[in-house]
């Protein structure tokens, strides 16, 4: 079944304790993105990636660190969390050929941090 | 990159159409229209896409203005599964950019 897999479902953590959250696609998509969702803000984007070893900020970068090192991995680490990137994250992907170009999303990751 | 504006919210009656308008007077020629919703807290669902044309799928049909600048998400038929936050973003073809900008969307809440 095609699908975007992030792990863990929920994680709660303390503020300074790195953590990863991590994000597969079985598409062999190009593309791939995180946004963390905050109520009243809707979706925004942290980082994307439109290949492997490619990678960009999005609207929200600080704090967050991201690497493709392979075409189906976009992990999302946290090196040091604070309060404030307490928050419901998706990731997505896509391909970029075609017309077609539309997103996957992930079930979501619900962070804590405390 | 081009940004959208929505209503923040929007009620229907079940089975009436439901017509969620969508601005984006800033697109530029080579940047889709797309929709997008979310029930709940799960990971946004895509409805469709389109470019300059109206189109329509199983699910919806998308009107774009003629000068672009404008579009509307139609469901013809809401259902009361059709309660959700609604996104209209634009995003280019191909490689022209991953930046993508999502807005607040639109929360349509269908009632019997």
């Known amino acids: 079944e095609a699908q975007v897999t992030q792990n863990p479902r929920y994680l709660i953590t303390v503020t300074g304790k790195k953590l990863t959250v991590t994000c597969s696609q079985n598409?062999?998509?190009?593309?791939m993105s995180w946004y963390r969702q905050d109520p009243g803000l809707g979706l925004r984007q942290i980082y994307y990636s439109m290949n492997v070893e490619v990678t960009d900020k999005g609207d929200v970068p600080e704090g967050y660190k991201v690497s493709r090192k392979e075409k189906r991995n976009f992990p999302l680490i946290l090196e040091s969390p604070s309060p404030n990137q307490t928050s419901l994250y998706f990731c997505a992907s896509s391909p970029l050929q075609g017309v077609r170009e539309k997103l996957f999303f992930g079930s979501g990751t619900q962070l804590s941090v405390l | 990159d081009a940004k959208t504006t929505q209503p923040p919210s929007m009620d229907c009656a079940e089975g009436r159409a439901a017509n969620l308008p969508c601005n984006h007077s800033t697109i530029s020629g080579n940047e889709y229209v797309y929709w997008y919703r979310q029930i709940h807290s799960q990971g946004p669902q895509y409805i469709i896409h389109?470019?300059?044309n109206n189109e329509t799928n199983e699910m919806a049909s998308l009107i774009i203005t003629e000068d672009r600048k404008s579009s509307t998400l139609i469901l013809p038929h809401a259902t009361l599964r059709d309660t959700a936050v609604y996104y209209c973003?634009?995003?280019?073809?191909?490689?022209?950019?991953?930046?993508?900008?999502f807005g607040q969307g639109t929360e349509l809440s269908v009632k019997p």
């Open positions: 973003i634009v995003w280019a073809n191909y490689n022209q950019g991953g930046k993508l900008i």
């Open positions: 389109g470019l300059k």
């Open positions: 598409m062999n998509h190009e593309y």
